[in-house]
T-cell receptor, first 115, second 110 residues
Framework: DAKTTQPPSMDCAEGRAANLPCNHSTISGNEYVYWYRQIHSQGPQYIIHGLKNNETNEMASLIITEDRKSSTLILPHATLRDTAVYYCIVRVAYRVRGSQGNLIFGKGTKLSVKP | SQTIHQWPATLVQPVGSPLSLECTVEGTSNPNLYWYRQAAGRGLQLLFYSVGIGQISSEVPQNLSASRPQDRQFILSSKKLLLSDSGFYLC?????????FGPGTRLLVL
């Protein structure tokens, strides 16, 4: 079972920031938070990941609470092409002994960006 | 830069027929490779992963098998397809703790 909880759906107006929440209250110290998205009929696309600190790249920002029990993915200026299912995943670091490195996807949040 | 290819993109096969799906990665060496399946309306399920040539780990019992004949080639096979094998099959490779997915193969078994 997935270790994260996400709202099933969200709407966002085009050009506005999209803030996607994720709860991972049972996260352990050696688990990363990953975000992927899947546009209809395509393979999942990696967005961003983090361990403790907030992270930013060209696609998004990831805000992780100090206790690491929740996080928020921020798309600063959502476009229609950002409409997709967004998955928040926690995963133990591959370098940890016995880890396969695989990802366990839940049902994600279906983000609809509207004009 | 690294790229991952899968083919075919779409496949319709009768029940009981064999299956061979291919995944290749370019621009890297000795990657970890993964096969996932996504059934309609459901999350991704890990089927197999490989850390090197000839090394395959299976995650779920099923009538599918995987092979890694070359460093950057990962093949998913079946001798006899079942209706329940329908789904979206995704190959992924891992670099520095992050997995990157291919475009997927959509399989419909009739």
């Amino acid at each position: 079972d997935a270790k994260t909880t996400q709202p099933p759906s969200m709407d966002c107006a085009e050009g506005r920031a999209a803030n996607l929440p994720c709860n991972h209250s049972t996260i352990s110290g050696n688990e990363y938070v990953y975000w992927y998205r899947q546009i209809h009929s395509q393979g999942p696309q990696y967005i961003i990941h983090g361990l403790k600190n907030n992270e930013t790249n060209e696609m998004a920002s990831l805000i992780i609470t100090e206790d690491r029990k929740s996080s928020t993915l921020i798309l600063p200026h959502a476009t229609l092409r950002d409409t997709a299912v967004y998955y928040c995943i926690v995963r133990v670091a591959y370098r940890v002994r016995g880890s396969q490195g695989n990802l366990i996807f839940g049902k994600g949040t279906k983000l609809s960006v509207k004009p | 830069s690294q790229t991952i290819h899968q083919w075919p993109a779409t496949l319709v096969q009768p029940v009981g027929s064999p299956l061979s799906l291919e995944c290749t990665v370019e621009g890297t060496s000795n990657p970890n490779l993964y096969w996932y399946r996504q059934a309609a309306g459901r999350g991704l399920q890990l089927l197999f992963y490989s850390v090197g040539i000839g090394q395959i780990s299976s995650e779920v019992p099923q009538n599918l098998s995987a092979s890694r004949p070359q460093d950057r080639q990962f093949i998913l096979s079946s001798k006899k397809l079942l209706l329940s094998d329908s789904g979206f099959y995704l190959c992924a490779w891992m670099r520095e703790e992050t997995q990157y997915f291919g475009p997927g193969t959509r399989l419909l078994v009739l």
